[in-house]
C-alpha cells in the first residue's frame, strides 16, 4: 500500500532511520559523527534484537561506471 | 570360629598435616567373629563410632588394615566397598533417615538398586514393621514419629537387606528408658537369629549383651572383656 | 533394563521430594529462558512482517544523497527516471518525522500521491475524501491512543507553512493488527505532507518499479544521472534494490550483535551462578542424603543416574515452561513490557498486535541452555559428594 515501509526493529523515525527501515536511511545516521572522523554507535538499534549494519554501502557513480579503475 | 572382620593396626587421621589434625584411632588390632556380639565402650570422642565406620567400610583407615572375611579392604576400589556395604546393616546414632521418604520408602530404599520392585518392597517394609510394633507408620514421614519410632525404622532398614552383621551406633543414646528397653529386645532377637552385632554404647543395658567388651579411650585399645 | 527405569524412576520422585530446590531452579532458568524466547520470537515476526513489507514494496526505493547524506529529491526527478527503458511506474513519496501533542509524541509522516491512497483497505477503518478542505490523514493505532484521536477527530495546525496553516481531520485509523511500523503512522497525501513540511515540490524517495529483469541496468542508469533541478550543487542518487534488502535480511535477523547478546551471555552466567547457589543452599542436605544412599549399598553410578534424572527433568521442566510462558506473553498478553525492551518506540502496554514467531531452533536451544545451567548447578555438587567416602558425605 505504502510502497513497503518497515524493515526494522523500530515504529518511528524519531530513533533511528535505519531501524526503521534501511530503504530510507541505509546508514545510521550516529555512526557518521558526531566526532569527526570517529565513530558513534546508535544507542537505539544496537539493543535491538535485530540488528541492521549499513544497508546499503553508498556507491559513486564513478565507481560504478568504471569498478576496474585504479587510482595512479 | 570363623573371623568375619579384623582390624590389624589400624589407625585413623582425621584433616591430616593440618593444624586440626586428630588421631581418631591409634593401631587398633581386634577381630570379630559371625554370630558373634561385639561391642565398644569408651568416653565419649575415644574414637567408637570412628572404629564402627571403618569396619563398616564408610571410611579408609590412614594405616593398618581392615578385613572384611579375610579381604583387605585397602585396595578395593569405591565400588566394591560398596558391594560389601551391601551385605552390612547400620544403625545410626542420629537415625540417618530421609526426611522427605516416607518410612517404608526409608527402609527399603537401599533394596531400589538390588532390583527389587515397589511392591515387593512396599510387602516387605510392612512386615518388617509389623515385626518391629509399627504397623500403622507405613506412610508417615520421619519427622512425625517420636525418636524410639525413628530408631526402629533404622533397625527395620538395617534388617531389610538381611545383612550378615549389623553395626549400631551409640543406638540407645537418643531413646528414653522404654523404647531403650524395646530396641535392645529387638537387638537380642536378631542375634539369636544368627545376625553378628557390632554395637557401640555407654549403656550397660548394651553392653549386656554383647559377648565380647573393647574398652577404648584417646583411641586405643585399652582393655577386652569377655 | 527394569533396574535402569526404578532407578530413574527414584530421580523423578528426588524431583519432587525438593518441591522448594526445585521450584527455584525452574524459575532461575525460566528468568533468562524466557525473554531469550521472547527477544527471538519477536526477531522473527519482525522478519515476517519485513519480508511482507519487500515483498509488496518497489524493486528500486532511490533517495538523494549529498555529502554522503540522504537528502530531498525534486519532484521533477519523477519524469527523468520514468524515462528509463524498463521503467513501468515511478512513485514519489514523502516518509518524515514530526512530533506531536504536549508530550511530543514521534510520528512518522507519509505521504503519496492522490491515486495510490488507499480507498478501502481491510486495515484502515474510515477513508479519505476527494473534496474535502482540510488536510486528511489516517493514523496509526498506537499514535491514535496516545493522542485520543479517532475518526473525525479535529486536529489544530501543528505545522508552519509558507502557505498558510490548516485544521486537519482523522479520516482514518489504521487497525491494531497491522503491521507493526503503522503504530506511529500518518498517511496523507503527497500535497499536504509536503505542505505539512513546508518543502514543495520535494520528495523524500522515490519508489520505482521495473519490468522484470530490468532492475539492475535501471539501478546503474539512475545512479549515472544526477537530480535535473539542482541549484546547489547536484544530488546524487542511492537505490536500494529488492534483491539487495533480501540479502540484507537474513543479517538483520542474525541477533548475534549489539548488546542483546552481551545481555543474553551475562543472563547465562548470573543463573549458573544462582542455581551453583540454589544447589549449595541445600547442599548440606543433597551430602547428607547421598552419604546415606552410599552408606546403605547405592553405587556412586546410580547415585549419578539418579541425580541425572532429576536433572534432566529439571531442565525439561523449565524448557517447556519457558516456551509456555513465552508463548503466553507474545500471544495473549501482546509482548506487555518484554515488546518495548525489544522494540524501538513501543509502549510498555503495545498499541498494536506485535509480530512473532517460536521457532524450533531457538526453542530447541532453550533445552539446550536449560541443559547446561541445570546440569552444571546439581549434577556437580551431586557428583563432588557422592565420590567422597560415606561417612564424610553424612557429617
Known sequence: ?72 | MTVLLETQNVTKIHRPGTRAEVRALDDVSLCVEVGSCVAFTGPSGSGKTTLLALLGALERPSHGQVLFQGRDLRSDSDAELTRIRRKMGFIFQDFALIPSLAVWENITYPLIPRGMSTVERLKLAQSLLGELGLPDKTYERPYELSGGEQQRVSIARALAGRPEVILADEPTSNLDDAAAVELIAVLKKTHAAGTTLILSSHDPRVLAIAETVHRLKSGRLVATDR | MRLFLEIARTGFAALCLHPLRSGVTICVVMSILVPYLAGVGLSHGIRDVAEDSLRFGADLTVTGLRFGRTVPIPLSAVDAIRRIEGVTEVVPRIVGALSLGKNREPAVLVGLPHGRLPKDVKWVQGQFSDSSTLNEFVVGSQLASRLSLEVGSIIPPFYRSAKGERLSKVVGVLAPDAPLWQANLMLTSLETAAQVFDQPDQVTCLLVSCRAGYADQIKTAILRTAAPDSTQGAIRYRVASRRELESLLPSGWLHREGIFNLHFVLGFAVAILAVLVTSGAGLSERRREIGILKATGWQTDEILLRGLVESLLLCCAAASGSVVVAFVWLKWLNGLWIASVFLNGVDAVPGFEIPFRLVPVPVLLAFLISAIVVLSGTLYPTWRAAIVPPRDAMR
Open chain 1, 1 to 72: 500500500m505504502l510502497g513497503g515501509l518497515g524493515l526494522g526493529p523500530a515504529i518511528d523515525l524519531s530513533r533511528c532511520t535505519l531501524a526503521f527501515d534501511p530503504r530510507l536511511g541505509p546508514v545510521c545516521e550516529s555512526q557518521l559523527g558526531p566526532i569527526p572522523g570517529g565513530g558513534f554507535v546508535c544507542p537505539h538499534h544496537a539493543c535491538s534484537v535485530f540488528d541492521y549494519s549499513p544497508a546499503v554501502e553508498p556507491l559513486l557513480p564513478w565507481a560504478e561506471a568504471t569498478p576496474d579503475a585504479t587510482v595512479p
